[in-house]
């Protein structure tokens, strides 16, 4: 089943059947070659941790220099992948734009949009040149003689070529005024950079955050909004202080940049890649297949199989709403062949589309316990009963809407429910090899993410030979590239974020009012359900793990409790977050991939967030199911 039937953000924010749609004549002219630059990267990325495995295993060394040049490779597929999303309008953004009505209202919010789309790009891109004219003085060093300024040039000519892409896509809708619109957000673009001469004052520096919030509810990119918020609070406090306003907003591009830093970070778009070619290649069908025959004799068979089907594709594709794009056209039509509701078919898919996000190889689990300093293996293990728990819970209610709908059970056909897992048994192979990689010690993190997307790319070239390597294998890594970009560059701008919260010691004001006013450990954690759940659903789960695990992670230890039982917590509340109206990201693909009105599923998902509520709950308050776990298998509390 084709992956690229969905978009990969909450919306596509503009109709892109004119001619003139945003994306439209970039995509014509010059992401040709975005898409094959991305293609030999990513393929690079997979062939340099995967040989550097084997030459550790079989020569007793690794290959020099494999781990950081695989790193600095993962920038340049960020920022190419973040210029085809901006080609194709596939940046996480709202969907509000869908709520004005065609003509001119909805043209002025386009042009609004983009062109403050356009001048954050142009503020970062010249931010960027002064990283890398301080870079340039220094003598640093990738690899094989590859200057670290070198690797920095994606990221001036990036958000160069993002800021254009912006202005072109300004001009959307028919008639001679698309070229005055794309000429008045060039305009607007270039008089950002005005701001560098004009002192700042509270009436400019609240006018620039009035003018994010308006962008960011009109549909802007979250990364546009984030990096203006970020780049004005340092402009505001830095530029008050001495420092000129260059080297003030420096600061957010320094950021992105220090993304290179985390030896883990290739793991993100290394297990991208391995779930989008396992989903081309049909690992849906096949995942629905064997859990009908396992679970189809069943009360509610066909709900219990929809459960654990959207969880373990959920586990490594990353909880990236792929699930329900790449299963709703499967799970939907067979829960309502099976005389399930559809409202009850709707809500369970939207609901089950976040479950998994605990079991290995989950990326939020990776990336919560880079930026907490926890042990991956201690908090996968941590996370396994929790896990489990909420596909009990949401399965047991889909047990009960089965019976009271009368849906058939079929005979259980022990022959039909073995070549069923025989048949799935290269897709359930993904998520074993990386356990077992990483657990035995015989690849790190990133080593098992890069043997898992050459072994989905074996399976599904010389296995099944569903992907053609030529015609289909290039279009699934692009897909692939633009979600990672639009991933990654959100991290990037979360960090700079983030990176003003520490200088204005927001954490430690935070543990402070919060150990003074709060002093129950049962009352903090219900605060934290609450904002978790809140927060959950307005950032995007990456973002939400960068920029508020460093204030969480200083609070639980100011209340004793333990670093991997609150990561559990943290990314329960997460997945809880996805249904949370009226901006959980699974309630905006549910829409778009149904066809459904957004209350509406607001509506049909409700008893599903009530359960799941329960369920984290239960994972809160029982440590046991945690800590207990951990330290049962002996890995310490």
């Known amino acids: 089943m084709p992956l690229v039937e969905g978009s990969i953000d909450f919306h596509v924010s503009t109709p892109t059947s004119s001619p003139d749609g945003p994306g439209a004549r970039p995509e014509r002219l010059g992401t040709w070659l975005e898409r094959g630059l991305v293609t030999l990267l990513l393929l690079a990325m997979i062939l340099l941790p ?99 300024a070198w690797s920095e040039l994606v990221m001036p000519a990036g958000f160069a070529a993002m800021a254009l892409r912006f202005v072109w896509n300004a001009g959307h809708g028919d008639g001679a005024g698309r070229w005055v619109r794309r000429a008045a957000a060039a305009a607007i673009a270039a008089g950002a950079f005005l701001l560098a001469g004009v002192a700042p004052s509270q009436p400019l520096v609240t006018g620039l955050l009035l003018a994010m919030l308006a962008a960011f509810l009109l549909g802007a990119p979250v990364f546009i909004v984030m990096s203006g918020l970020a780049m004005t609070l340092f402009f505001r406090g830095m530029v008050e202080s001495g420092q000129l306003p260059g080297e003030a907003i420096a600061a957010v591009p320094t950021a992105i940049f220090n993304l290179v830093a985390s030896a883990t970070l290739p793991a993100i778009p290394l297990l991208t890649a391995a779930g989008y070619v396992l989903a081309e290649g049909g690992a ?80 939020p689990v990776i990336l919560y316990a880079v930026v907490a300093g926890v042990g991956i293996d201690v908090l996968f293990i941590a996370g396994l009963v929790p896990g489990l728990l909420m596909i009990v819970v949401v399965a047991a209610y889909g047990v009960v809407v089965g019976v009271r709908a009368g849906a058939p059970r079929q005979r259980f056909d022990l022959r039909e429910a073995a070549a069923a897992l025989w048949d799935a ?201 945690t800590d207990g776990v951990v330290a049962a298998l002996g890995k310490g509390p």
């Not at 919010?109 to 001048?119: H, L, N």
């Open 50 to 148: 995967a040989a550097s495995t084997v030459a550790r295993r079989f020569l007793g060394h690794e290959l020099p220099g494999s781990s950081i040049l695989a790193q600095h490779i993962t920038l340049w597929v960020g920022f190419i992948g973040a210029l085809l999303a901006t080609a194709t309008n596939h940046h996480l953004a709202l969907s509000t734009i869908e709520l004005l009505p065609q003509g001119r209202p909805r043209r002025a919010a386009i042009f609004y949009t983009q062109a403050v789309s356009a001048a954050i790009c142009a503020l970062l891109a010249w931010a960027s040149v002064e990283l890398v004219q301080a870079e340039w003085a220094g003598f640093g060093q990738v690899a094989f003689g590859i200057r670290t």
């Open 425 to 625: 048994k290269w897709d359930l192979g993904l998520p074993t090899l990386v356990v077992v990689a990483v657990g035995t010690g015989f690849a790190t993190v990133v080593e098992a993410a890069a043997l898992a997307a050459a072994y989905s790319l074996v399976v599904e070239l010389l296995v099944f030979r569903s992907i053609h390597p030529t015609r289909d294998l290039p279009r699934v890594l692009v897909h692939a590239a633009a979600l990672v970009g639009s991933v990654l560059i959100l991290l990037g701008t979360a960090l700079g974020l983030t990176s003003w919260f520490v200088d204005a010691e927001v954490p430690t004001r935070l543990v402070e009012w919060m150990t003074l006013h709060v002093h129950s450990r049962a009352l903090f954690l219900l605060m934290l359900n609450a904002v978790l759940l809140v927060l959950g659903s307005v950032l995007e789960i990456y973002s939400a793990i960068v920029v508020l695990a460093p204030l969480v992670a200083p609070l639980g230890a100011a209340y004793g409790i333990t670093p991997i039982h609150l990561g559990v917590v943290f990314l329960a509340n997460l997945e809880l977050g996805f249904l949370f109206p009226p901006m959980g990201l699974n309630l905006f693909l549910s829409a778009s991939r149904f066809g459904k009105p957004l209350p509406w599923v607001y509506r049909k998902a409700f008893p599903f967030l009530l359960i799941m509520t329960a369920g984290v709950l239960a994972i809160t308050y029982l440590p046991q199911i």
């Open 284 to 363: 849906a069908r096949r995942l629905v297949r064997a859990y009908k025959g396992l679970f189809g004799w069943m009360p509610g068979g066909v709900a219990i199989m929809a459960t654990f089907v959207c969880a373990l594709f959920t586990t490594f594709t990353g909880a990236s709403g792929v699930t329900i794009l790449a299963l709703g056209g499967l799970l939907l039509p067979s829960l309502l062949e099976e005389k399930y509701p559809e409202d009850f078919s709707v809500g369970l898919v939207t609901a089950s589309g976040s479950l998994g996000l605990l079991f290995p190889p989950s990326l």
